[in-house]
């Protein structure tokens, strides 16, 4: 019989695009005590919803993506990557739907959680001690290195400028289409800077078309990193450290600039926290630490604008990434951090 007389309907299983076509069409959650609060709305797009858990799962799809079509990635190749683990997991993902492997190097300070993930994923990974950037043991410079000496093609998720443009293509245009233009400001966290950058550029392009102003841009920045003090008065020197995992950053990426960033908070850990406590118990949102960085600038911003705005953030990755830490009181109080009721 002919089969292609009677094709199968649209989205059966017959051309499946595989795992990848999971990444991102995330729903836009909105927040309700925060809205409440501040008579705005503030709405999270639920990056822990991705098959990896986190929003680098679009990143990882786009450096992936990039390589292929440069003809840099074949199969059986590997890809090596530094990261703080969520890019590695999502490679490491990506890497399995498509017949790579996966090297991660990652600082040994990262959660359990995240270790643990990765391993069981099947990564090849090389925890390494954490030092800074200027260091020529940092991560990042041990997997550029590695990819060097064996012929791997090398990541360089700070760099490469397909980061971004995964989240202009993707994460921004979603959340112009979910909010149907109405967003008056997006507050996000920087590591490599691909999300807030990405989105923005996204978000200017959907403003552009319709020839609308587009949102304001505001960094949430935790303690311990340099780019509050660079988007603020350019000054990059660092103060203060945070139990925040994959954001904060001491240099002006590649992935960063160029970028109009219109404004920066900088949140202390313990008014993240809060807020990830408080939506937990309240509102059923398990998130991590760099969404309660995102979330505490949205109201910040909407305090600032007044109400009846719209701002959104980004919940980038889910709480039970950090159970060992965010939500373990021995952690909690070794670093001088209260603990909430209910864990005590
Ligand atoms: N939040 C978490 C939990 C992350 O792992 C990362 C990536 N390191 C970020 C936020 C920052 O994302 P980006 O690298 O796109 O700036």
Known sequence: ?????????????????????????????????ASDLTGCEILGKAE????????????????????????????????????????????????????YRSVIVMPETQSQEKIDFLRMIGADLRLVPAKPFRDPGNYVHV????????????ANQFDNL?????????????IWAQTAGRIDAFTCSCGTGGTLAGTALGLEDAARAEGRARPRI???????????????????????????????????????????????????????????????LHEGLSIGGSSGINVAAAIRVARQMGPGHTIVTI???GGSRYQSKLFNPSFLREKNLPVPAWLA
């Open 1 to 33: 019989m002919d089969q292609s007389a009677n094709p199968a309907p649209i989205g059966w299983a017959t051309s499946s695009p595989g795992m990848t076509a999971a990444i991102g069409h995330t729903p836009l959650i909105r927040l309700r005590r």
């Open 48 to 99: 822990f919803m991705n098959p990896g858990g986190s929003v680098k799962d679009r990143a990882a799809l786009a450096i992936i993506d990039d390589a292929e079509r440069r003809g840099l990635l074949k199969p059986g190749g590997t890809v090596v990557e530094g990261t703080a683990g969520n890019t590695g997991i999502g490679l490491t993902l990506v890497a399995n739907a498509r017949g």
């Open 143 to 154: 997997s550029r290195r590695l990819a060097e000496e064996t012929g791997a093609v090398w």
């Open 162 to 174: 397909a980061n971004r443009e995964g989240h202009r293509a993707t994460t921004g245009p979603e």
């Open 218 to 280: 505001v960094l949430a920045d935790p303690e311990g990193s340099a780019l509050y003090g660079w988007v603020k008065s350019g000054d990059m020197s660092i103060s203060g450290s945070s139990i925040t995992e994959g954001i904060g950053q001491s240099r002006v990426t590649g992935n960063l600039e160029g970028i109009a960033i219109d404004d920066a908070e900088r949140i202390p850990d313990p008014e993240a926290l809060d807020l990830i406590y408080d939506l937990l």
């Open 315 to 317: 919940l980038s990755d």
